[in-house]
């Protein structure tokens, strides 16, 4: 039995996160494992309920579970509170920092039905892709110091720090070599060795690390090239390992690729391989409560969970396997049709990967 602490949080979040459980319990079902829900708040209504954006018992909760199923925090409502007390800063990033999630993964697939809406010409896009991001996030060029400004007019400068230990750059290489294991087995590090010698021992330490893993290609690309050839042939990448701020913008060019941000699901995890699965999008006030937006990137970062965190990856390959059928019966909510008659409901849509699911 594996615990789950499943944070809906606000606006579409509550939604979103029903049909991602409904998911995750036919799957259960299925494949015979168990998975215990306790439900916490997190977020705005986290700060209307007990006056702060992640409570003591939420973040306890986290800590005695396997993985956490985020939703999406904040919206109009909370927007006046000072900074520091917003409610994707004041949960997120807290979570983050003390779970120390330095792992950062963010799928872009295109499905098959889907790739009109892939802003790639059609015989660019053909019949899709499906790439993985694996981005180092606490640490590189974001947090080295020394940092700062100094001296005055003309001559004033500024600078940053991009800093590597050997140690950050094999455990999220690790990570990706793992990730790549249950996936196509190839991995590309994108990297400025060329240049940086910060990269220079990143490209160093991911060859050591590739010798444990000789069942999974590696590749290497400078990271100038690695944004043209994400336009130019997309199928060529598996995963994708990179740097926090070469990963910052590689992965919003392929989530971009998708072209749909209801599909996109993520996941942030640490070394012992506990995570915290959201979808990258936030909790979209601007259709909460009309119960029309799309449960995908929620179902599929459930899907990731079961993957990444609780080694059910059959489970977790016919759901995604599940979303697929749905979609390419044309079964899709308004965000991914402009034919808004034809859409279902984020319920129906929820159901109908459900059934999908079961007739697997
Ligand atoms: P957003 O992602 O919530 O919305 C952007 C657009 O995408 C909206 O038109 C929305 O309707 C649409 N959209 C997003 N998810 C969708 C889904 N599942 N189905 C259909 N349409 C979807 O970003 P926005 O508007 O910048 O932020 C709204 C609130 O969410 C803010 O308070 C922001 O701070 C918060 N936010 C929270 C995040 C998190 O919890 N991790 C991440 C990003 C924003
Ligand atoms: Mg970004």
Same mark, same amino acid.
């Given at each position: ?21 409904? &998911? ?23 700060? =209307?309920?007990? $006056? ?28 006046? @509170? ?12 807290? @979570? +983050? ?11 872009? $697939? ?16 053909? =019949? ?5 991001? *694996? ?45 790549? +294991?249950?996936?196509?087995? $190839?991995?590309?590090? !994108?990297?400025?060795?060329? !240049?940086?010698?910060?990269? !220079? ?7 050591? #690390?590739? +010798?444990?893993?000789?069942? &999974? ?13 994400? #336009? ?5 990448? =598996? ?10 913008? *590689? ?16 996941? /942030? ?30 179902? @599929? ?7 990444? /965190?609780?080694?059910? =990856? ?25 034919? +808004?008659?034809?859409? !279902? ?16």
């Amino acid at each position: 039995m594996k615990k789950i602490a499943v944070l809906p949080g606000d606006g579409i979040g509550p939604e979103v996160m029903k049909e991602a459980i409904k &998911v995750l319990d036919a799957a259960q079902e299925k494949y015979s494992f168990e998975l215990e829900y306790e439900y916490a708040d997190v977020g705005g209504i986290a700060i =209307d309920n007990h $006056k702060t954006a992640l409570p003591q018992a939420t973040l306890e909760l986290c800590e005695n579970s396997d993985a956490v199923l985020f939703g999406s925090v904040g919206g109009p409502k909370w927007e006046s @509170l000072p900074p520091d007390q917003q409610p994707e800063r004041a949960a997120l990033l807290p @979570l +983050r920092k003390h779970f120390d999630l330095f792992c950062n993964l963010r799928p872009a $697939k295109v499905f098959p039905s889907l790739t009109k809406s892939c802003p790639l010409r059609p015989d660019i896009v053909g =019949d899709g892709f499906d790439i993985l991001c *694996v981005r180092e996030l606490t640490s590189g060029i974001y947090f080295g110091t020394p940092k700062g400004r100094e001296g005055q007019g003309p001559d004033e400068f500024a600078f940053d720090t991009m800093r590597y230990k050997r140690s950050e750059i094999e455990r999220i290489a690790r990570m990706a070599f793992d990730a790549a +294991r249950l996936r196509n087995k $190839k991995v590309t590090s !994108v990297d400025k060795a060329n !240049v940086l010698t910060t990269m !220079v021992l990143w490209r160093e330490v991911v060859m050591e #690390v590739a +010798r444990d893993y000789p069942d &999974v290609e590696l590749n290497h690309i400078y990271v100038d090239n690695a944004t043209m050839q994400l #336009v130019r042939y997309p199928q060529q990448f =598996d995963v994708m390992l990179c740097g926090n701020m070469f990963g910052d913008i *590689v992965s919003d060019e392929a989530a971009m690729l998708t072209g749909s941000m209801g599909l996109l699901a993520s996941a /942030s995890l640490n070394a012992d391989k506990f995570g915290l699965y959201e979808p990258a999008g936030g909790s979209a006030p601007d259709i909460a409560g009309k119960g029309i937006a799309n449960p995908i990137a929620q179902i @599929l970062s459930g899907a990731m969970m079961l993957r990444y /965190s609780l080694g059910q =990856d059959d489970a977790a390959d016919a759901i995604d396997g599940a979303v697929g059928a749905t979609l390419a019966k044309g079964i899709v909510t308004a965000d991914l049709t402009s034919d +808004r008659e034809s859409a !279902v409901t984020t319920v129906e849509m929820g159901d109908a990967i459900v059934a999908e699911l079961l007739a697997r």
